[in-house]
């Protein structure tokens, strides 16, 4: 590679990473590698087709200002698109992508396979819930896009899993593993792709399941001695949706099949959607060889919605449901119900339920009653900036001095005490936790939890500190 052409790649990237959100830069521009500069040409590779539309789509503006900063108004911009695997035994055909005219963009030539339409498929054996004649999805139609609200907590995965849809197997977003704690949309999302993938595409093949109910599937056919069948029967599906993927954890058998079903459909560029309660690096007794190919396609956070999105969320609810309800009261709720979705729309069932059994209009006062039993009766997760503030009051600092790059030692020890405690009290993975307590990597996050177990069982005044902000954060 020249260093010529990795050095202008990386002035631009210097513009690009000031002028978008960490997530964006990274899931977009860190895959990008320089290969060439030519004059005024610049060559850069990416790794599939879909990855070059999205910047094209997305940050071609970007793109072209940060490259003129560098090569001056002549620059233009190439792309060589890597197909890094070869599917199956198909001879591909050579399509090439036409150069746009608004950005002084190059043109490249990509391999794509050519697609294969499946006949009808057939159930080789029986599977308890799945039909013997045709497969089933297991979709649930009410969980869709429209009813699936965008924000910023969303925002990545959401995006992503329309790309999926519209064109499943084929982007670099393969595997699509969608993370995050309890009641936060994951199966929904999940639902919302296979639902919008049959819409699309009706000849394709559709199937959500657990992986408690894999797991039980795979053991039930080790009984009747027909595993052979088991994995012919996932391995030719064409989008296979598998939620609560985490459950495999310490299942060695049920990883073994999951593992060689994975790699026929990854290489015959069928669709995998995963859903996880945790990010790929914080999965306990998976192995190895499975979570790496967990992280061959993008891993996208669901993050507790703010707020902005929670009263889009209930007037949505409310709209769907036909109800009409006070601004201030829809204020109210999007204030005082913060943990999850789950939980926002339990309570405005019970809501409305009350207030239609008992035949009263939708007051303020009956809001406050509803919330103050629902909260009571619902185990609440405490949130990583209410952990951060009791922390830093605690040693009596302010949050952005606890977020700050300083190595002070008392301020180090209560940034890792807040890491300790988020990692305690929430469903966050690591990443996400170490990016909202100062934008530290999940390593980090990591050693502080060890500092802080060390110091507590060494330290009878650091062990005090561990005991009053627990107390803190538990009453």
């Not at 199966?187 to 993938?197: D, M, Q, R, V």
């Not at 959500?208 to 599937?217: G, N, P, R």
């Amino acid at each position: 590679m020249s260093e010529t052409a990795q050095s202008v790649w990386n002035s631009c990237l210097a513009f690009i990473k000031d002028n978008i959100t960490p997530q964006a830069y990274k899931t977009w521009f860190e895959p990008i590698q320089a290969v060439k500069l030519s004059d005024k040409a610049l060559s850069i590779q990416v790794p599939s087709k879909f990855f070059y539309e999205w910047l094209e789509e997305h940050y071609v503006k970007l793109l072209k200002v940060s490259l003129n900063r560098v090569l001056g108004d002549q620059a233009k911009l190439v792309y060589v698109i890597r197909m890094e695997n070869t599917y199956g035994n198909k001879q591909p055909f050579t399509e090439k992508i036409p150069s746009t005219n608004r950005t002084n963009h190059g043109s490249q030539e990509v391999d794509v396979p050519i697609k294969n339409k499946n006949p009808e498929l057939k159930n080789p054996f029986i599977i308890p819930g799945i039909r013997n004649v045709k497969i089933e999805s297991q979709l649930n139609p009410s969980y869709n896009f429209d009813n699936f609200l965008e924000g910023d907590s969303n925002r990545l995965a959401r995006s992503a899993g329309l790309a999926v849809a519209n064109k499943p197997g084929e982007t670099s977003f393969n595997p699509l593993l969608i993370f995050g704690g309890v009641g936060l949309g994951k199966t929904h999302l999940a639902h919302s792709i296979g639902i919008e993938i049959k819409d699309k595409y009706p000849e394709k093949t559709v199937l959500y399941i657990s992986a408690e109910k894999f797991t039980q599937q795979y053991i039930e056919s080790v009984k009747k001695n027909n595993r052979n069948d088991f994995i012919h029967f996932y391995q030719i599906i064409d989008v296979l949706i598998v939620d609560d993927i985490q459950l495999l954890s310490g299942k060695a058998g049920t990883q073994d099949v999951f593992f060689h079903i994975f790699n026929h459909l990854h290489q015959n560029r069928k669709q995998v959607i995963l859903t996880s309660d945790k990010a790929p690096v914080d999965m306990q007794d998976i192995e190895q060889r499975l979570l790496s190919r967990f992280k061959w396609g993008l891993s996208a956070e669901l993050q507790q919605p703010d707020n902005d999105t929670r009263v889009s969320i209930i007037k949505n609810k409310l709209y769907r449901d036909g109800v009409d309800m006070p601004e201030e009261i829809v204020e109210f709720l999007a204030n005082n119900i913060k943990t999850n979705i789950r939980e926002l729309e339990g309570a405005i069932i019970s809501l409305i339920a009350h207030s239609s059994f008992n035949k009263k209009d939708i007051t303020l006062e009956l809001a406050k009653k509803i919330v103050d039993n629902y909260v009571k009766n619902t185990k609440r997760e405490v949130s990583i900036d209410y952990i951060q503030k009791v922390v830093s009051e605690y040693f009596q600092m302010d949050v952005e001095t606890l977020q700050s790059k300083t190595r002070k030692r008392h301020i180090v020890q209560a940034r890792q005490l807040a890491m300790f405690f988020a990692k305690k009290f929430t469903k966050a993975s690591l990443a996400s936790i170490g990016s909202q307590i100062g934008k530290r990597d999940h390593a980090t996050v990591l050693h502080a939890c060890k500092t802080v177990d060390n110091l507590a069982s060494t330290d009878k005044q650091f062990n005090k500190f561990v005991d009053d902000i627990n107390k803190k954060l538990t009453l």
